[in-house]
């Protein structure tokens, strides 16, 4: 049996903030199970938000050249995506919607889209706010995303009440939901 790769994807711009603890998380608990995992930090890479314009439909790729073409090679890669972003008005992070718009380029034709398809994806999602259904937009979104592109989406991971700098890690329930979900991603 061949050993499972994780990716991490962080979509705050917050280092050692609560998405990024809770992706680390999900990793380490990957690891503990012999998996390698990897992490990225969306703003640490330059890239461009779509520009709508629908080269990828007639080259099959994006036209823009930026970081996603390495974040996505890194993608199709591994076995599991770890997806964290924080709830910003109701939705993602604008490094993360940047992110997502850009898998438009991935999908234009079947090939391509059959790439997505069996991935495990685990959603990591902290928020300010103490009631859950806050996350509904971001979760509904990427249900939607992850339906269409035919991957799974193994797990959600939400924080609710996680606003300041490294409340997640007092979450019991969440930090072990997230190291849980790592484990049975990769078993």
């Not at 199970?33 to 779509?50: T, Y």
């Not at 035919?150 to 490294?166: N, R, V």
């Amino acid at each position: 049996m061949t050993r499972q790769r994780v990716l991490g994807i962080v979509g705050s711009p917050r280092r050692g903030g609560n998405t990024d603890i809770l992706v680390d998380a999900v990793l380490d608990g990957a690891k503990a199970r012999g998996a390698s995992a990897e992490k990225v930090i969306l703003s640490d890479l330059d890239i461009a938000p779509c520009e709508a314009c629908d080269g990828c439909k007639d080259r099959g790729e994006c036209i823009t050249l930026d970081a996603m073409e390495e974040l996505f090679s890194r993608m199709f890669a591994s076995d599991v995506w770890v997806l964290g972003t924080p709830v910003y008005w109701w939705g993602p992070s604008a490094q993360f919607k940047a992110f997502l718009d850009r898998w438009y380029s991935q999908v234009q034709r079947a090939e391509d889209k059959a790439r997505f398809k069996g991935r495990r994806i685990i959603l990591a999602i902290p928020m300010g706010d103490a009631e859950p259904r806050t996350a509904r937009n971001v979760v509904g979104m990427m249900e939607d995303a992850l339906h269409y592109v035919k991957a799974e989406l193994f797990a959600t991971i939400l924080a609710p009440g996680a606003s300041d700098m490294g409340d997640v890690r007092r979450m019991d329930d969440v930090m072990s939901a997230a190291r849980r979900a790592g484990e049975e991603a990769v078993s």
